[in-house]
T-cell receptor
């Protein structure tokens, strides 16, 4: 049973570019959450997608957007990249309701470096 | 809004010695509490969680944590560590009616022979 899978594992971009990161949730999960982890810090919540809608959003600018597909996979898009966007981006999956909604299964992340 | 404070940024410990990682949280409502471990170049792995019931929670790899509501703490312990326990440990909290996790800044545990 595959867990949460993310692609790509590493990515290098330059300032001003746009990037798309992808996530497939654990089998049976219908909810995807995205987190940003800067070097030496704890993860910060970006947003959560459930039933193809953004259900909750953290304190991130509109340059960060997402999408969830009917098969529950998800994309994170970041426009107009800044040096400060360099981080590990983590995807987590869960079930949509109740105590099981809190993400407990994380992928290994995508390491994004901005030059 | 909730927040998490991990009181120790780095904890060096000798192999087979006990370790305790301290975590305090603040929230105006009831919460769920979690501890995660992150090995180098990997994602987060859930060690244990407190949702309700017994305040002493046992997790994987011999770890346990105790929820203390009056002190708003959720400290993680292991009676005897191994070299393989060297990693970053994160405490996290979630309000019962929220969908997100709020993480602490992490504690780096380095186990030496």
């Amino acid at each position: 049973d595959a867990g949460v899978t993310q692609s790509p594992t590493h990515l290098i971009k330059t300032r001003g570019q746009q990037v798309t990161l992808r996530c497939s949730p654990k089998s049976g999960h219908d909810t995807v959450s995205w987190y940003q982890q800067a070097l030496g810090q704890g993860p910060q919540f970006i947003f959560q997608y459930y039933e193809e809608e953004e259900r909750q959003r953290g304190n991130f600018p509109d340059r960060f957007s997402g999408h969830q597909f009917p098969n529950y996979s998800s994309e994170l898009n970041v426009n107009a990249l800044l040096l400060g966007d360099s981080a590990l981006y983590l995807c987590a999956s869960s079930l949509g309701q109740g105590e099981h909604n809190v993400p407990q299964h994380f992928g290994d992340g995508t390491r994004l470096s901005i030059l | 809004a909730q927040s998490v404070t991990q009181l120790d940024s780095q904890v060096p410990v000798f192999e087979e010695a006990p370790v305790e990682l301290r975590c305090n949280y603040s929230s105006s409502v009831s919460v769920y509490l979690f501890w995660y471990v992150q090995y180098p170049n990997q994602g987060l792995q859930l060690l244990l969680k407190y949702l309700s019931g017994s305040t002493l929670v046992k997790g994987i790899n011999g770890f346990e944590a105790e929820f203390n509501k009056s002190q708003t703490s959720f400290h993680l312990r292991k009676p005897s560590v191994h070299i393989s326990d060297t990693a970053e440990y994160f405490c996290a909290v979630s309000d019962l009616n929220d969908y997100k996790l709020s993480f602490g800044a992490g504690t780096t545990v380095t186990v030496r022979a």
